[in-house]
């Protein structure tokens, strides 16, 4: 089954070796879910309050459903642009682990979904008391201020969490968002790599929300510069002035590895993300809040010990390989988020998809096509 | 108006000139407010989502209420010990900014208070969305995992502030809290400063809820070893192994200023906290969330800028005095903590207040009381 | 006067609007000195202690020698991957201030050019003590564990500073650097920003020695893959093993701004520059240096003060212009670095100089030549 | 041998269960050597140049001679206050190792001893080439502008260092030190936990060299404020004003231990080692570089591994333990330093030694002696 269209499917070439699904769930164990959230006004026009609704909630539950909440994961996080919220980021710097999934949704709610994180901690016999939840804004095409995200949707993107090929675009926490000004949302990719013929995975999932237009780079090439200037959506908010067009982005991106490697190793490959990201023309801008996590699954049951316990890590030379399978699969996801998404029309306005046909013309006309 | 007993009306000796009320408020423009949330068992039993409740809200706002959602502070923080909670850290590590009030409550109900900030400052005509909001964990006394706050628990908290004195102990996000395992809560204390023959006020509100009762120090006395051992209460929790008698515990501290301090020198003073902390016999154990933060109220309208702006600031060197101050207060103010607190019966049990007759018996012998 | 051929002066494409020099030296006051040492080896032979010599220190003096040792800039930096050295870092931390210059060397001498700087300043009458020496290793060309540096050299670095055209490639600290297995070294780039109609300047200065040959991109080209494999050396050292053939590389970017902004916001600066290594197709790999740090010229006199000052600064939301520039110039630092640098061998070999027919071909053949 | 008066030999009391030796040395493998320096002015009067000469280098060996330089330790670092320098830390914040030993000497001797730890690496067959070197300032009684320091003496320190009992006081990198206005220098101190049923040794030694005399606290008692005021000498060096008074101090504190536990378990210890100085009274002042590491000699040969390996590691709660220890050693190692030294005259003038009568008919008279 695919489900959507990749990057890939178009020609465009990535450098490495991806997994089954070129997504985060190629990891073993590895579940992800989305509830999308999408309404009309109920007042017929753009109202805060009454929408139109365009927004949702992802999850990654790193162990999937059974095991996540009790037996957590080694983590690490970075902040390349911090305006903007990752909760839980205190106790896995402190502690080297995060406890539970990993969450992303709008700005709004990453309140009501951190508090429905630890309810459903509560229902399942779990302790775990500090979520870990990131967002970026759709205020421009979701009512975000109306408060729409509820518990039931949190609650919903985690039990409908599978471990299988994950729908990428407007979808979950991606559902209203916008990446170099055309439609963006979610976007995934991995790698697979080989450290003293062992086979390692490294899966990313990135809730692309960042940059303007004119950056958006492809391959290599600088497309958003020869894009027609009117495609795509300056960040202007009806009731904001022009000087704040560059902020309310943000791109959070999630890299998982089997590969085991402990939380100062993890930190290093949540830095890596940043160099993907500027493989696509990205500033990180002012108002993005650009926060990275690496976690591993590695070294299953080292949260639940009682006293002195072995893990398994990786000699830090052996990191090249994360690394360069990091920078990829954030460049492809990221990519893969645009090619996925949709037109859509919300509460302020349309925001175009990329359009393919022009894409392709553009990278055909550089050598950057692969067929 | 002197509304509880505080630690000097005892005769416990501190070093350094306070301020009018010896709080936080003595500083102007500050505000302060406390909902606090007392309730039976709906069932006449502990029970989780029945009760009892003791719990609370506690907020913060550096310039009252019309201008702290708009006219944000410079601010920056430490975590000493992170395992905790404080939403908002990576805008302020960004920016240099806080957005809108300091909000301390339970750790179930951080993200209740963020979005409840949230939607308090879009009610009032705000665009701020990263709302600060630490916690420490209430669960011996307060049936925590019902999750009983509410918006409205914040919305009555940041309507109720005022910038006179301000109750102690079992008050606000501090109601159910407890330090050294004797009753804590909410202490605050100030120094006034006086730096080039001007001065400056400093002030420090602690949320207290960290250490064992053997731990605690007062006035450099270990009155902690003199107390009977049976006294404090260990923070085994019904449901919990004794293993876990030292996690759950935690301390947040604020301190404002009114010196022209700037982001980065704001994050030194956040750090001396530490040291103000560690006068009272504190070891910052594994399970605390153990978070700091400084704001200054100087440099009003900063963040509103849209052009070139000038800052007043202070030579670094300067800073002495107010690093000073910040260790004095710090101290007073969990000392206060403990002075103010009464004993209190609730969730899992019953956790006395620190006797002040022994106390004092205890300071005088070790000619340590100032009357 | 135009000392070496810049990448513009191949048609390479960069966005954005350079200085007269292109170079961190369009900053008024900004002076820059290359103390370069070439000798041959003393006794015929590749030998520790004898040579051959191929290396040098390279000194950056943000307000030339008169004022950069008593009136400091303020500063921030950022390690992307900290396997390397740039002392002087805590302090800059802890006061937003750079004391003196900031200095460039080979990894065995970061200690002799410190104290060397410490004595220059005794010297000169400052009092300074912390000074800010960061490296990269050319142990491949350069006979580095004899260290061969000595304080005069750093003193010539510091009195030969300039602020004209800076020479690049093979010079200075640079002198004997590899750059995705091709000759690298020294490479500066700058650009003017207009914000609020105020003209800014914004100089980068890179000190290359990082990545593998197949990694290099330029102008979004992954030119690395389409040169001949034989053409770049592999990090491999005589008496290392290959398994450390990623190691001992690292790149050191510097970038200078005369906009009014504060420490806190230089580590912002500082963090961009990943994202323009990025461009060049780097993945910053486990034994790599890479530490970048910003300054800014503006408000001058800020460390001398003893009392309450004023500072100037700009808003945040104004510091995209700032990014942007800070990503376009780096990237054009490390690959003016790769034009200008010469053939060279040294004490393990011969590391070619990037092919430019080549590279002309290889830009032209994907539409990315300018002419 | 008993080679100096320690704190509990006058009756001081302190919590916890020191060692045998109640050192850093406690710890099986780990070697510490001095290289103590002091000479007479060659002029006959304090001359920059010519002396007098106070001053030395101290050299901690976490593995001892043989296997420091190859075999390296898990290591992490906090720098409470970093007006100061310690080079290494990049790298170790990046890798999770310490390579080779810990050094410790004057703030103008950075660079010396820095290189002298690489020269003296490649003599012994390592690869070693970021080594980790503290200072504090020793400019009042040391000619530390004179820069007096020579690779010798850091060879010397390295070549003599044994794991026997230590000598404290006015000995190596500590000699020419001021703490609280006082003689200070060197100080060490040790405590056994048992955790599990297993003996952990964690040893702390501190380079004390901070304060001023009224701020000084003993077993919690204030010593400094009953001490005569004229006993302490204020931080005023001669060519320097009034104002910079507080300037020029620092203490740097090493926490060792055969625990188990991983770089980011390690920066946990190093950071509690500000609740030990905050007991002795510290503010932490602007000019001064506290900056403190932990290692753990636990885990031997990680540093060497090609592949995959497994590391023992502590739950994270049994960490308390360690927490505790960290704190007491810490304050035993700084007033150890202080029963130590004598009085010393050098190029500035006469540090008085603590009076030990006084300092025990002081403590009596608060009750706080244990004989």
Same mark, same amino acid.
């Given at each position: 089954m695919q489900i959507n269209l990749r990057a890939r499917d178009l020609g465009i070439p990535f450098e490495g070796n991806p997994g089954n699904? !070129?997504?985060?769930?190629? @990891?073993?164990?590895v579940e992800v879910g989305f509830c999308t959230i999408i309404e009309d006004s109920k007042s017929g026009k753009a109202e805060i309050g009454k929408g139109p609704v365009r927004t949702g909630v992802t999850a990654i539950l790193p162990r999937g459903k059974d095991r996540t909440f009790h037996d957590f994961v080694f983590a690490g996080w970075f902040s390349l642009n911090g305006y903007g919220e990752m909760t839980g980021a205190h106790a896995i710097e402190e502690t080297g682990f995060m406890q539970g999934p990993f969450m992303i949704t709008n700005t709004c709610s990453v309140g009501v979904v951190r508090d429905a994180v630890d309810q459903w901690a509560v229902n399942h016999g779990s !302790?775990?008391?500090l979520a870990t939840v990131a967002e970026t804004s759709d205020i421009y095409l979701n009512d975000? #201020?109306?408060?729409? %995200?509820?518990p039931e949707h949190a609650f919903a993107a985690i039990e409908g969490a599978s471990s299988s090929v994950i729908p990428e675009g407007? %979808? +979950?926490? +991606?559902? +209203?968002m916008i990446c170099y000004g055309l439609k963006g949302g979610t976007g995934t990719s991995s790698r697979i790599v080989t450290i003293d013929r062992h086979d390692y995975t490294l899966g990313v999932l990135a809730q692309t929300n960042h940059g303007? /237009?004119?950056q958006l780079m492809v391959a290599g090439v600088p497309v958003g510069l020869e894009l027609? +200037? #009117?495609l795509g959506v300056s960040r202007?908010?009806? $009731?904001? /002035?022009?000087?704040?067009?560059?902020?309310k982005s943000s791109i959070i991106i999630v890299v998982g590895t089997?590969?085991? %490697? @402990?939380p100062h190793q993890l930190k290093r490959i949540a830095r890596r993300a940043s160099l993907g990201l500027g $493989?696509? *023309?990205?500033? /990180?801008? !002012? *108002? /993005? *809040?650009?926060i990275f996590l690496a976690f591993s699954?590695? !070294?299953?049951g080292s949260a639940l010990k009682t006293s002195e316990y072995t893990t398994t890590t990786l000699p830090n030379r052996d990191m090249d390989y994360l690394f360069e399978a990091t920078v990829e699969a954030t460049e492809e996801a990221i990519i893969n988020s645009l090619i996925a998404a949709k037109t859509m029309t919300g509460f302020s306005g349309t925001v175009n998809a990329l359009p393919q046909d022009l894409l392709i013309e553009i990278l055909r006309k550089h050598g950057r096509l692969k067929f």
């Open positions: 699904f !070129n997504a985060i769930t190629d @990891l073993a164990g !302790n775990m008391h975000m #201020e109306g408060f729409h %995200v509820k407007n %979808v +979950g926490g +991606g559902t +209203g303007e /237009s004119h027609p +200037g #009117e202007g908010i009806k $009731r904001h /002035s022009e000087r704040e067009r560059f902020d089997d590969a085991p %490697v @402990l $493989r696509t *023309g990205a500033i /990180s801008a !002012n *108002g /993005s *809040g650009d699954t590695a !070294n299953p």
